[in-house]
C-alpha cells in the first residue's frame, strides 16, 4: 500500500489565495469514495538523486531519502488529500465492541505466539543521536492520536508549523518529535494508518523542511491489535524511511536516543503490559554501556503504569525492573517518565524524577478529576517493593483541571444517545424482546402455548441482562481488583434495567397496540416502542455511568461513550547546551471542526488551516529540570 506510485500532479494546479474553504461534515466512515474510485494512498516514494523537481534538495546520498514533494489538494476532498478524514471512533458502537473485544482476548492468548519483538534481534541494533545546530536540541511528544481528524489533525498542524507562539513563549518547530503509543484507534490497520495517522500527518508538514525533523514511535496497545505488522510497515523500515516531512529514525519497535549534554531517550515496548523480551534487553544493555553517572534519562513508555498500579500493583513491575537492572547500575539517573495511554495530561512530582502522562495527541478525553492525589511507586504490595525503594509522588497538575473535568462528566447525558446511535438502537432492540416477553407472561395467559414459548426466553433475558450489567462493571478480561462496588453497581445497573422493562411493559399493555392481531402487536413495538425506549434505556445507562464513575467503576466509559474531542495537549522540550531541560507543556481547549486550503503553496506548508486559528497554551508554567 505504502509503495504505490503518487499521482500526476493535475495541469491546473491551485494559484495562491484561491483559499477553498471546505468542511468534512459526510460521515467518512461509512460512505464510499464518489464515482466509485480508489483513494490513492499517502504516497512514500523518494526522490532520485538529480530531479530537478527538488532543486533545494541537499546533495549527497542524503538527498535519495528525501520524500517527493506531494500533489498539493485543491479541495477538502479526499480525492484530493489522499486519505479520507475519519469521525471519532464510536466506542459503545455493537460491533465495535465485538471487534474490539475479539482482538483483545485474541491479543491475550496469542499474544506470546505472535511476538515479532523475538524476530527483530535479526534487525540493527541502531543507537540515534539528535543534536540541533547550537548544540542544543528541541523535542515534541504527542501520544494517542490516531483517532477522529478533527482533533488528530489540530495537533499536527501545531505540531508542524514553523513556530509556536504560547503564553507570549516563543517556541520553534522540533527537530525531534516521539509519539508515545496508540497511534491508530481502534486497531490497527493499513487503511486505518492512512487514515487516522499518517494522512493528517502528511497534511500537516507535507515536505521536509532543511533541518528535516525525525520521527520515533513508541507502541501501544493498539497498535499491537495486528501483532505490529502495520507499525513495523510504517515506523520500522529500511528505505523510504520518511513520515510526511519527518524522517523515520528507528530501526525497532523500540529505541535509544543520545540527546545533548549527555541526556537520552529510551522508548520501550512492553506488549501491552506484558513484559520486556531477551533481544530488547540485550538491546539496551549494550546503550547502557555508554551510560555514565553524569548521564540523565527520559524512558518513554507505552502506559503510565505509576498510575494503574493504584489498582493493579504488579503493573509497574516492568518499568522497575528495566530501571533497576539495565539504568541503575551504570550511576545515571532516570530524571523522568513519559507516557500516554490515557487521554489528558498530568504530572506527578517526586523526590528524584517527574511522571507525565501525555494522551492529548487526538484521541477522546480521559477524566483527571479521579485521579489520586498521591501514589506511591512502586507500590507496596507488589513483590517489586522487595528490591526496590518505595518513594511518594505527588499531583502537582492536570489539564484539564479538575473542575472542567468533572463538568464533562455530566454531557454524558447529551453526548451518548447521539454519538452512539448503534448502542442506543442496540439497547431498543434488547429492551423491546424484553417487554414482548414480559407482556406475554404477565397478559395472564397461563398454560397457554404462547407463555410457554415466552416464558424461557424472558428467563434468559433477565440473566442476561443481570449478568451483562454486572460484567460491563468490571469485565473479567481487565485488569486491576474487582470490588465490592463492581458487582454493587452492576448488579443495580441491571436491577434499574428490569425495572425500566417492567415499567415499559405496563405502559404498553395500557396502549391499544398489544391487542391487535399478530404480528402487528410486534410491528407496532419495533417502530414505536424500540426507539423511545432505547433513548430512555441510553439516559439510564448515563445515568449509571455518572454515579460508577464517582465510585471509580467504568470510568474510562464515561468519558469513552462521550467522545469528546477537545482539552487536547503534546509537550514541547529544550535541551539546552548546558544541560537544562525545559518541558512546555502545551494545551488546546478546543480543537479545530472547520478548515479551509491554505493560500500557501510552498512545499511545507500545511495542506489546510483552521478557519478559526487555534489558541495554545500552556498547561502549567514550564518545568525545569537539571
Not at 488529500?81 to 465492541?97: N, Q
Not at 501545531?158 to 504560547?166: H, R
Not at 509522588?393 to 484539564?400: G, K, T
Request: aromatic share 10%.
Amino acid at each position: 500500500m505504502y509503495g504505490t506510485p503518487p499521482r500526476t500532479a493535475e495541469p491546473d494546479t491551485p494559484t495562491p489565495g484561491s483559499g477553498h474553504r471546505g468542511t468534512f461534515g459526510r460521515p467518512a466512515d461509512s460512505a464510499p469514495p464518489r464515482s466509485g474510485r480508489t483513494l490513492p494512498p499517502v504516497t512514500d516514494d523518494r526522490v532520485p538523486a538529480g530531479n530537478p523537481d527538488q532543486p533545494d534538495a541537499p546533495a549527497g546520498p542524503e538527498r535519495s531519502e528525501l520524500p517527493r514533494a506531494a500533489h498539493r489538494p485543491r479541495s477538502t476532498d479526499p480525492l484530493e488529500l489522499g486519505f479520507t478524514p475519519r469521525k471519532p471512533v464510536p466506542w459503545l458502537a455493537p460491533f465495535l465492541l465485538i471487534s474490539t473485544g475479539i482482538r483483545t482476548l485474541l491479543a491475550m492468548l496469542f499474544g506470546a505466539y505472535l511476538d515479532k519483538r523475538e524476530l527483530q534481534n535479526a534487525l540493527d541494533a541502531k543507537i540515534s543521536k539528535q543534536v540541533g545546530p547550537d548544540g542544543g536540541l528541541w523535542l515534541d511528544y504527542v501520544a494517542d492520536l490516531g483517532d477522529g481528524f478533527n482533533a488528530t489533525y489540530s495537533i499536527a498542524y501545531l505540531l508542524a508549523q514553523p513556530e509556536l507562539t504560547v503564553d507570549g513563549q516563543r517556541l520553534p518547530r522540533a527537530q525531534t518529535l516521539v509519539m508515545g503509543g496508540d497511534q491508530v484507534y481502534p486497531s490497527a490497520s493499513y487503511a486505518a494508518y492512512e487514515d487516522r495517522c499518517k494522512g493528517p500527518y502528511q497534511a500537516a508538514l507535507p515536505a521536509s523542511p532543511p533541518d528535516r525533523p525525525t520521527l520515533f514511535a513508541v507502541p501501544g496497545n493498539h497498535d499491537w491489535y495486528d501483532g505490529l505488522t502495520a507499525f513495523l510497515r510504517l515506523f520500522v523500515r529500511s528505505r523510504d524511511r520518511h513520515f510526511g516531512g519527518w524522517g523515520t529514525g528507528q530501526s525497532r519497535s523500540y529505541f535509544a536516543i543520545e540527546l545533548p549534554a549527555d541526556w537520552w531517550l529510551l522508548g520501550l515496548d512492553d506488549q501491552s503490559g506484558s513484559y520486556l523480551d531477551d533481544p530488547q534487553l540485550s538491546y539496551f544493555d549494550e546503550v547502557a554501556e555508554k551510560l555514565t553517572a553524569q548521564s540523565r534519562v527520559i524512558l518513554a513508555v507505552p502506559a503510565p503504569t505509576w498510575v494503574k498500579a493504584v489498582d493493579h500493583p504488579t503493573a509497574y513491575d516492568s518499568i522497575d525492573y528495566f530501571v533497576r537492572t539495565i539504568v541503575a547500575p551504570t550511576g545515571a539517573q532516570v530524571r523522568l517518565l513519559l507516557s500516554g495511554d490515557l487521554h489528558h495530561y498530568a504530572r506527578y512530582a517526586g523526590p528524584e524524577r517527574q511522571l507525565i502522562t501525555c494522551g492529548g495527541g487526538g484521541a477522546y478525553l480521559y477524566p483527571t478529576h479521579m485521579l489520586p492525589e498521591r501514589i506511591e511507586v512502586p507500590p507496596r504490595d507488589t513483590l517489586a517493593r522487595r528490591a526496590s525503594v518505595t518513594r511518594e509522588y505527588d499531583l502537582v497538575a492536570r489539564f484539564p483541571e479538575k473542575a472542567r473535568s468533572r463538568r464533562y462528566g455530566w454531557g454524558i447525558f447529551a453526548r451518548l444517545p447521539f454519538r452512539n446511535p448503534g448502542f442506543t438502537t442496540l439497547l431498543g432492540t434488547l429492551h423491546t424482546l424484553l417487554m414482548l416477553a414480559m407482556a406475554g407472561v404477565a397478559n395472564d395467559r397461563a398454560g397457554t402455548t404462547e407463555q410457554r414459548l415466552f416464558s424461557v426466553p424472558l428467563m434468559i433475558m433477565l440473566v442476561v441482562t443481570l449478568l451483562g450489567a454486572a460484567f460491563f462493571a468490571k469485565p473479567p478480561s481487565a485488569g486491576g481488583k474487582r470490588h465490592a462496588r463492581h458487582w454493587i453497581l452492576g448488579v443495580s445497573h441491571g436491577l434499574a434495567h428490569l425495572a425500566l422493562a417492567a415499567v415499559g411493559t405496563w405502559v404498553w399493555l395500557m396502549l391499544p397496540f398489544y391487542g391487535w392481531p399478530w404480528p402487528l402487536p410486534a410491528v407496532a413495538a419495533a417502530v414505536v416502542y424500540g426507539p423511545v425506549i432505547g433513548f430512555v434505556a441510553a439516559e439510564l445507562v448515563a445515568a449509571y455511568l455518572l454515579v460508577a464513575g464517582a465510585f471509580g467503576v467504568n470510568v474510562n466509559e464515561l468519558f469513552a461513550a462521550q467522545g469528546i474531542e477537545d482539552s487536547k495537549s503534546f509537550l514541547r522540550l529544550r535541551i539546552d547546551p548546558d544541560g537544562t531541560l525545559t518541558i512546555y507543556p502545551i494545551a488546546v481547549d478546543r480543537v479545530s471542526r472547520n478548515w479551509q486550503i491554505n493560500p500557501d503553496q510552498s512545499p511545507t506548508a500545511s495542506w489546510l488551516t483552521p478557519e478559526t486559528p487555534l489558541t495554545p497554551h500552556l498547561a502549567e508554567p514550564p518545568i525545569t529540570l537539571s
